[in-house]
């Protein structure tokens, strides 16, 4: 599409109506068909045309109140196949034409942006072929990094798989390892905060990010790292590890000579015992 600009300065007072008779602004060959009705986005913004007649008709390149903006060179708001079918100042984006303003440079857009010289049109930059806003755009393996890229990782099953490739944790939805904690937290870690471990579930486990227990549970088989000792609250998931071993308390304890005792052992004797922790042996 040719855009041929006369010579003759088109002085237009914003907001006013004025005829532009001869107006020689065209987008093919609009001049050889006067029933040809189309639209131009000018520097002062939107232009109706009959033919070569061409009418200011708002401060903005705006369709309301334009007509039915037919023929090529439509302002903001007309459908487009590509940005060619756009006028000068506006860009095709979803099949609309969308104002994107003028320029002479890439200097005269604003970020994100770069000027088609030929139209003299700020247009998008376009984005990297393997550009992405969230994990799940990218493909299995990979992961969307901070600069909005694809970048490649690793796959797993589970958050052991990934760690033992580098990697902080597993997102199981798509079998791809992530770096960084899980943020369904971590079975797993020293505790830095000064708030009370919550209480869980037998078989459960509590779980805890960058230090501070979340205040939610975890099954102990669904744990992204061997439980913590002190975390494991049942005698049976305590007894099973080999770095763990269970501490019980006991009741009407005394010692051979009848008096009270507190902690079960040797000289002291109780006349139950129970399950009280799990600690690292």
């Avoid at 855009?3 to 088109?10: D, E, H, P, Q, Y």
């Avoid at 960084?180 to 459960?204: K, L, R």
Wanted: with cysteine.
């Amino acid at each position: 599409m040719n855009k041929l600009l006369s010579t003759v300065s088109l002085l237009v007072t914003a907001g006013a109506l004025s005829t532009l008779t001869g107006c020689e602004l065209y987008f093919g060959d609009h001049g050889n068909n006067n029933n040809d009705t189309w639209t131009y986005c000018g520097s002062d913004r939107l232009y109706q045309c009959q033919g070569d007649s061409c009418e200011w008709v708002s401060s903005t390149c705006s369709t309301t109140g334009s007509g039915t903006g037919q023929g090529s060179g439509g302002g903001s708001g007309y459908e487009c196949s590509s940005n060619t079918d756009c006028a000068a100042g506006c860009y095709c984006s979803g099949g609309t034409c969308t104002e994107g303003g003028f320029c002479s440079t890439d200097a005269d857009c604003g970020t994100g942006y770069h000027c088609d010289t030929q139209r003299s049109s700020c247009e998008p930059n376009t984005p990297p072929a393997n550009s992405c806003d969230y994990d799940n755009q990218c493909p299995q393996g990979q992961y969307c990094a901070p600069d909005h890229t694809c970048q490649a990782t690793c796959t797993c099953t589970n958050d052991t798989e990934a760690q033992n490739q580098g990697y902080g944790w597993c997102d199981e939805t798509r079998d791809t390892c992530l770096p960084g904690q899980d943020p369904a937290g971590s079975c797993g870690g020293a505790i830095t905060c000064n708030t009370g471990m919550p209480t869980c579930p037998s078989g459960q486990v509590a779980v805890s990010i960058d230090g501070c227990w979340t205040g939610a549970c975890r099954d102990i088989a669904a744990c992204d790292v061997p439980a913590t000792c002190n975390r494991i609250n049942d005698e049976t998931d305590c007894s099973t590890r080999t770095d763990c071993g269970p501490v019980y308390g006991g009741t009407n304890c005394h010692t051979t000579d009848g008096s009270s005792c507190t902690q079960p052992g040797a000289n002291c004797t109780c006349d139950s015992y129970f399950f009280a922790s799990c600690a690292a042996k």
